[in-house]
């Protein structure tokens, strides 16, 4: 089935310790999204890329890195200068047209990062 | 960035209609008004969207004000499974590309 995987579900960091958040789809998306949630919060956008080899910083990007060598794959690295990571972290793909704005999101279904 | 604005919580019954606002009024020419709804523990699900035009699907309704500064969610008869929290979202097609960017939602509880 296509769709967007997320792994692993449930995932814990040491202090100072880095950590990298897989994100793979299938659906031939150009577009991908990395977003975090916290407790009764809204999203907030980390990087986003729209196509292989580049991406942009979304709103709280400090802490955080990202690379986009190939189009199914788009991994989040939670660093250790990330000082508050435990939260709910998802993963967006879309279809990519230059002044579309009609595109919907597909989301996998999230790895929650905790710190011990 | 255009920002929207929604109620925090809303309460419905079972088999009643839901409505739920959302205000949009820096909202650009070009700008989709999506919605998407989130169960526990899961990613967004993407529910409607539109531009100036009411429109209907097998989940919702979206109905769009004229000046387009505000549009309304209508789940017509709501129930258990409805409960999430439903997220209004405007897509900003700047140089770089799409981008969205999610407020904190509209809670939504469903009474049987």
């Known amino acids: 089935d296509g769709g967007i995987t997320q792994s692993p579900k449930y995932l814990f960091r040491k202090e100072g310790q880095n950590v990298t958040l897989s994100c793979e789809q299938n659906l031939n998306h150009d577009a991908m999204y990395w977003y975090r949630q916290d407790p009764g919060q809204g999203l907030r956008l980390i990087y986003y890329s729209q196509i292989v080899n580049d991406f942009q910083k979304g709103d709280i990007a400090e802490g955080y890195s990202v690379s986009r060598e190939k189009k199914e794959s788009f991994p989040l690295t939670v660093t250790s200068a990330q000082k508050n990571p435990t939260a709910f972290y998802l993963c967006?793909?879309?279809?990519?047209?230059?002044?579309?704005?009609?595109?919907?999101?597909?989301f996998g279904s999230g790895t929650q990062l905790s710190v011990l | 960035d255009a920002k929207t604005t929604q109620p925090n919580s809303m309460e419905s019954n079972e088999e009643e209609p839901v409505h739920l606002p959302c205000n949009h009024s820096?909202?650009?020419?070009?700008?989709?008004i999506h919605w998407y709804r989130q169960l526990p523990s899961q990613g967004p699900e993407y529910v409607i969207h539109?531009?100036?035009s009411n429109v209907n699907n097998r989940m919702a309704s979206l109905a769009i004000a004229e000046d387009r500064k505000s549009s309304t969610l209508i789940l017509h008869r709501a129930t258990l499974r409805d409960a999430a929290v439903y997220y209004c979202i405007l897509r900003d097609v700047g140089a770089a590309g799409n981008k969205l960017t999610f407020g904190g939602g509209t809670r939504v509880l469903v009474k049987p």
């Open positions: 539109g531009l100036t």
């Open positions: 820096t909202i650009s020419g070009t700008d989709y």
């Open positions: 967006a793909s879309s279809m990519r047209k230059q002044g579309r704005s009609n595109e919907k999101l597909f």
